[in-house]
């Protein structure tokens, strides 16, 4: 409930962003991720719309040296889809409206791209199908946009609710907290 507009009760109602399929935010300057090669985001999303939509995408697009994202409903499906350089993954279907916990962990070095990109939903690993091909080298120090590819196309029509990058692997019982959290943060839907 909006009390004013700088007062508003939160009791019940969690705090996201609106994306309503044309609003964008990126990071005021470059995420600086060059002297390592993993790292895992943590996202909070309630997908509104069926349309393909970035959650965070490394500035101009994911398919550049050291770039990276999460998309919400790919060309393929409903599913989410997290991209690294030359690769990309998609998982089972999340069909919209709904509201998930999504996870990317990222690691150019590792041998495979199923092994470079695995993505959780709800604390779960989804089935999970594979394009492109596995990278090499660093990430970038890059901007990042929000909701939006380079602030001007494939817009999210969602909310987020928490947005988390860590630029390093995170161990398995860290990744479950923080799902945990972010899960509070969505409200609770796992």
Known sequence: RVVTATNYDSTGFPL???FAGAQAMSTPANVNLSGTDKATVFAGVRKIGTSIGVVIESMP????????AIFANTL???DYGAALQNGYVTGTAYTAPITNVVTASF????ATLATEIVMRVNGATPTTATSGSASTGNFASLPYSIGVRNLTTVFLNGNIYSLIVVGSAVSAGSITATEQYVNGKTGGVY
């Open 107 to 110: 690691d150019i070095a590792a």
């Open 61 to 68: 697009a994911y398919n550049q040296p050291g770039g990276m």
């Open 76 to 78: 393929a499906s409903n």
């Open 16 to 18: 996201y962003l609106s």
